[in-house]
């Protein structure tokens, strides 16, 4: 063989390695923000740094009559739960609030992959311990409960089959953004104060040192105007907390996205022993009931996959309702109605289905939250979203 071909064939191993680990580290990235799967670990030891946990099922409610009325639109498509931890003790048991929960629908038909968001403030049915009614916030469910009473609200109030879950902690986030030497992002003076406050916290829970943006002075940077910073680790994971700027908790949804996509960037570009040294890191902070048998074959199926759309559930809804069943008088997010948000979903997430007709139990707890609040269809908002930060 020849000294040319030999190192034509070192060069194509090479390639193919670093393109193993480059998914490797797409798939970290996706799981650390709760919104996509997008890869897969190259060598078993990676993926057994993972905290595998097998979900008790008898716990995880679904609707029977749901998955035989979608058999058609589902083919073809999977559902995972991606979830990001607000946890001060960086721990993924329950006990903890859900603050960003992601359904993931990987469309294999397609070959794309569908996002939306559950934001945390939405009121519904999130249950008890022994399946009593309990309408609160969603994000009670897996301090309640765990990922089984988390898995049980979304299913049993947007009708759907979801058996599988990630979560992770704010320091694995900062870990994989330090490790990709920081991002890129653009802030406006509004938002430099409030990474400032965010990242006290944010950098005490990472256990890392405080590091401030400098506020430029007004003639520089002032109003709805924006200067590009770079973002360490912890910067950047207080930027994506920011919710009390316009839009609050459905902004941050986006300011989350376009984190993710700043990520995806770097990591698809940065050299080997950076991806591998993130996933050492990054990897024992995520537990998920995925087997590695499982992300590994849906990381060889999705080396072609797209993105495709995003959205935030519910479509519709009244922001800051004071409903008065909820939790110490909070304000929440209320769906409007939860009926005809659910048909909404089902349109997103399975095109193949048409006139989809909720089940009787999201009509009764639509209902009931109807007669909570006195929001029914004759007030749902012709434009529920403001403030969504372009993607990009």
Known sequence: MSKKRVNKKSKAYRRRRRRRMIFGIELAVLLVLGLALFGYAYINSKLDKMDNNDLDFSKVGVNDSVLQAEDAGQTGTELIALVGMDSRDNSLESGNNSDTMIIACVDHDNKTIRLVSLYRDTWLNVFTRDGSDRYTKSNAAYASGGAEQMLTMMNKNMDLNITKYAAVNFKALSETIDHLEGLDIDLTREEIVHVNNYNKETSEVAGTEYEEIELPDESVLD??????????????????????????????????????????????????????????????????????????????????????????????????????????????????????????????????????????????????????????????????????????
């Not at 908790?249 to 940065?270: H, N, P, W, Y």
């Not at 022993?273 to 849906?298: A, G």
């Not at 095109?351 to 009509?363: C, I, M």
């Open 223 to 392: 109003g709805p105007q924006t200067m590009t910073f770079h973002l360490n680790g912890t910067q950047a994971v207080s930027y994506a907390r920011i919710r009390y700027t316009a839009g609050n908790d459905f902004r941050r949804a986006a300011r989350q996205r376009l984190v993710i996509g700043k990520i995806m960037e770097k990591a698809k570009t940065s050299d080997l022993s950076t991806l591998n040294d993130i996933m050492d890191t990054v990897f024992p902070m995520i537990k998920t009931s995925l087997t590695k048998q499982e992300i590994l074959k849906m990381g060889l199926n999705l080396l072609s996959y797209d993105m495709g759309e995003q959205a935030g559930f519910p479509f519709d809804h009244l922001e800051g309702a004071n409903v008065t069943e909820a939790m110490d008088g909070n304000d929440c997010v209320l769906p409007v109605t939860l009926e005809t948000n659910v048909v909404k979903l089902h349109n997103f997430l399975f095109p193949g289905v048409t006139d989809y007709e909720p089940s009787a139990e999201v009509k009764e707890y639509s209902d009931h939250i109807i007669r909570q609040s006195g929001y029914g269809e004759d007030r749902i908002p012709s434009q529920s979203e403001t403030g969504e930060i372009p993607q990009g």
